[in-house]
């Protein structure tokens, strides 16, 4: 077998062969030149890059699905009675990462199954909160009222919120 230095001086691609062809006599795999080492090292950091991008990518995806799945209009409501109807105060917290718009309120009324909108009698209208921002909301809904749902919009797609009256 030839010196160390034989195969060593004939670059990286050798290395790759050796691992392939082993028992086969580096020296004698070298038929015409190889790559020269600029080439080589230039194709190595694009291979790297390249897969670089493409972890990065999994991971940004991955760890976006997961964090989503935190996210959350958080609702806190007080009732109080006023004659035949509840006094429900709505107090909304933005739990996502980007803005959302409060679109309505309606409620759910015994044992229906549909909703019934309602305006607000303090805090209506469509309103734009930002991430962590508040707003309070004071409804006037029949005594029945079982639960209040809040219509949403995030990222122009339209979410709705139950919350439950005790």
Request: charged share 15%; aromatic share 10%; with cysteine.
């Amino acid at each position: 077998m030839r010196p160390l230095k034989c195969w060593v001086r004939q670059g990286l691609s050798y290395v790759f062969m050796m691992i392939l062809l082993s028992g086969v006599r580096w020296c004698e795999l070298r038929a015409g030149r190889g790559l020269s080492p600029l080439v080589a090292t230039i194709v190595l950091i694009a291979f790297t890059v390249i897969g670089g991008l493409l972890v990065y990518e999994y991971f940004q995806r991955a760890s976006e699905s997961f964090m989503a799945s935190g996210e959350d209009l958080i609702v806190l409501a007080q009732t109080s009675y006023a004659g035949n109807y509840k006094i429900v105060q709505l107090q909304m917290t933005n739990g996502y990462r980007v803005n959302i718009t409060i679109t309505g309120y309606s409620y759910i009324a015994g044992t229906s199954t549909t909703t019934t909108p309602v305006n607000p009698m303090a805090g209506g209208g469509s309103v734009k909160l930002d991430s962590g921002a508040k707003h309070s909301a004071i409804l006037s809904v029949p005594l029945d009222t079982e639960a209040i749902v809040i219509t949403f919009k995030v990222k122009n797609s339209i979410l709705y919120k139950t919350v439950p009256l005790g």
